[in-house]
């Protein structure tokens, strides 16, 4: 599929999606006038359908921005009574995130924690059945073997954004600084496809999305 295919497809399919609440309409008004990078609206239904899917309980988000995706994981995770914990390093983003989540009613069934997740990720007691990795790309790295240990078997770890707009498929890096971030999100996507303890799959939707599966321990005969 050419790019422009990829882009036409891309607006088919957004119009397809149902009408969503008018809180996900406002987050994206204003992620667009503070430019803050979010989800495009399909991968946040992808995210609803995957936690909605597989039944999802316990969700770890690292990057929250201002929780657009937080919410569309809400609409499959809380009315099941499930719990979401998410983590956001920049101070005026967590505040607007928490804003939202109280403009939504999901204030208490949410978790947000402010903090580096570098850091936050090793306070973690419990386990998770759905991660969503959507920090800075070039750390995608860094957190892996800490969301496989955090992750329950069965359990999915999604990574947004692994394309890097497009730079790591086709190895066009518009600025020096982001030589490092591609390489890295190269060797991830690399080291999650042939991983002992994972399944992925590499989808072209949005930006490129990165589904892993912790696999169970095979079973001794
Ligand atoms: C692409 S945005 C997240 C968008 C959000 N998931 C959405 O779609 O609505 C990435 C966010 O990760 C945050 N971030 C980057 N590095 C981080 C870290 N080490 N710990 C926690 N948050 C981090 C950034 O401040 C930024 O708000």
């Not at 992620?31 to 597989?54: N, Q």
């Not at 939202?100 to 947000?112: H, N, P």
Request: proline share 3%; glycine share 8%; with cysteine.
């Amino acid at each position: 599929m050419d790019f422009l295919v990829h882009e036409e497809a891309q607006g088919y399919i957004r119009a397809l999606l149902p009408k969503r609440e008018s809180i996900f309409y406002e987050m994206e008004k204003e992620a667009k006038d503070k430019i803050i990078p979010i989800v495009e609206p399909e991968i946040g239904h992808l995210l609803y359908w995957l936690a909605f899917t597989k039944g999802s309980q316990k969700v770890l988000e690292i990057g929250t921005a201002i929780g657009y995706s937080t919410l569309w994981l809400a609409k499959a995770v809380l009315p099941r009574g499930g719990r979401i914990t998410t983590m956001e390093i920049n101070e005026p983003r967590a505040d607007a995130a928490r804003k939202f989540f109280k403009k939504a009613g999901v204030e208490q069934q949410i978790e947000l924690v402010f903090g580096d997740a570098r850091e936050l990720l090793y306070t973690q007691n419990g386990t998770y059945d759905f991660i969503f990795l959507d920090a800075a790309k070039g750390k995608y790295i860094e957190f892996l073997d800490k969301c496989i240990e955090l992750l329950e078997p069965g359990g999915l770890l999604v990574a947004e954004d692994v394309f890097m707009r497009g730079m790591v498929i086709s190895g066009e890096i518009d600025k020096r600084r982001n030589k490092t971030a591609v390489s890295r999100l190269k060797a991830y996507l690399k080291l999650v496809m042939e991983h002992n303890l994972l399944e992925t799959v590499v989808l072209p939707v949005g930006d490129g999305v990165a589904i892993s599966t912790k696999k169970y321990k095979e079973l001794k005969k």
